[in-house]
C-alpha cells in the first residue's frame, strides 16, 4: 500500500459507515479511510460465545460490523478494547476480511467508552496500550496504529504526551495519529471534547521534531485543503474528521494536490451522487433502506440557490419506506441539469 496516510478521514461514530466511505470515494481514490468503531469485545462475543445464534446469523452480524465493498479500500478498521487477547483475535478477523490495516482507539472521550475501560482513558496507561498494540502486531501481517489525544484532563504536558508515544512504540506501532487536543474525561461529552480544550498543534510538531522516526499524523483543526498541504510539509500525514463530512466536496482537489494523481477531474455534486446508484441498487436489492445511504447526502449541495430545496425534496423521498435507487437517479439529474 502506498503512503495514503498523507490524507485520511478520521475514524467517526455514526458518520464513517459503508455508505459515506463509497461516497468519498467518489470525491479521492486514494486518501485512506476508517470503519466506525468496532469494540473487540463485541466481536469476540459474536465468533466465540454467539448467544446461541447460529452460523448463518453469526456471519450475518460480524457482516454488519465488518464488512465494506472492496471499492472502499484502503480502508482500516478502527477497534476499541483494553485486552491484547481479544485485540489481537479482531485483529485476525481484520485480516481475514481484508482491511488494509487496524488502528486502536485510544482519543474517545465518552462515558460509555470509559465504563469498558478503552478510548481516551487509556492515555493514563500507557505500558497496557503498548501490551495491546504489540498482541495486534504479533496476530497479522497489517500495520496496527494508534489514534490518541495529546492528554486527558491535568496530565496534558509535553513530558506526558512524549512519554506515552514512547511507551506505545515499543509495542510496535506502525503510526501515530494525533489528535491536538486533550480530553476532558469528566465535564464535557464527546461533542464539546472536539471544539473546547484548544487546538495545540505545536506539541504535535514537537513531538514529530524529536522523534523523527517515528511515522506521525496530525488530527484536529484541519478545516481545508491548504492547511493540510501546509502540515505536510511537518507531519508524515494528516487526518481529517468533521470536515470531511459536513463538507465533503471541499476535499476533491486531494488526489491531485496530494497524492500527484490529476487523471481525474474533482467530483461534482452530480457525480458522487450518480456514483453512489450502484451501491444503493445492491444495498436496496438486499432489503436496506435508501435513507441509510442518502442521509450522508445532505452535505454534498451547499452555498448554491437550492440547495435547501433539494436537500428537502432527498430527504423527503429518500425517507419514504419503498424507496429506491430511482430517488438517487432524480436527485443526480437535477443537479446535473444545473451544472452542479
Request: overall charge neutral.
Amino acid at each position: 500500500m502506498q503512503e495514503n496516510y498523507r490524507f485520511s478521514v478520521a475514524p467517526m461514530l455514526d458518520c464513517t459507515d459503508r455508505h459515506f466511505r463509497l461516497l468519498m470515494r467518489q470525491i479521492t481514490r486514494h486518501g485512506l479511510l476508517y470503519s466506525e468503531m468496532v469494540v473487540a469485545r463485541a466481536l469476540h462475543h459474536i465468533v466465540r460465545e454467539g448467544g446461541g445464534a447460529g452460523q448463518d446469523e453469526r456471519q450475518r452480524r460480524l457482516e454488519r460490523l465488518l464488512g465494506f465493498d472492496p471499492e472502499e479500500r484502503p480502508l482500516a478498521l478502527q477497534l476499541g478494547g483494553d485486552d491484547p487477547v481479544l485485540l489481537a483475535e479482531a485483529t485476525r478477523l481484520a485480516h481475514t476480511w481484508g482491511y488494509d490495516e487496524v488502528n486502536l482507539n485510544i482519543g474517545c472521550p465518552s462515558e460509555k467508552v470509559q465504563q469498558g475501560r478503552f478510548g481516551a482513558c487509556l492515555m493514563a496507561e500507557p505500558q497496557r496500550v503498548a501490551d495491546c498494540v504489540a498482541a495486534m502486531v504479533a496476530a497479522s501481517s497489517l500495520p496496527v496504529t494508534v489514534k490518541h489525544r495529546i492528554g486527558i484532563d491535568a496530565r496534558d504536558s509535553y513530558e506526558e504526551l512524549l512519554a506515552f508515544v514512547d511507551c506505545v512504540a515499543t509495542g510496535g506501532a506502525a503510526r501515530f495519529a494525533v489528535h491536538a487536543r486533550k480530553a476532558w474525561l469528566e465535564g464535557l461529552d464527546p461533542k464539546q471534547n472536539r471544539t473546547i480544550p484548544p487546538l495545540r498543534w505545536d506539541l504535535v510538531q514537537r513531538l514529530k521534531r524529536e522523534r523523527p522516526g517515528l511515522t506521525i499524523e496530525l488530527n484536529g483543526g484541519l478545516e481545508a485543503l491548504e492547511p493540510c498541504i501546509e502540515q505536510l510539509q511537518l507531519f508524515d500525514g494528516v487526518m481529517v474528521g468533521r470536515a470531511a463530512y459536513a463538507h465533503p466536496l471541499r476535499w476533491g482537489a486531494v488526489d491531485a494536490a496530494i497524492f500527484g494523481d490529476a487523471s481525474r477531474p474533482p467530483a461534482l455534486a452530480s457525480t458522487v451522487v450518480c456514483g453512489l446508484v450502484p451501491h444503493a441498487e445492491r444495498w436496496c436489492a438486499q432489503g436496506g433502506r435508501l435513507w441509510a445511504i442518502a442521509r450522508h447526502l445532505v452535505h454534498v449541495v451547499e452555498g448554491v440557490s437550492g440547495a435547501r430545496h433539494w436537500r428537502a425534496e432527498l430527504t423527503r423521498a429518500a425517507g419514504a419506506a419503498a424507496a429506491g435507487p430511482e430517488v438517487l437517479e432524480k436527485a443526480a439529474r437535477q443537479l446535473e441539469e444545473r451544472g452542479l
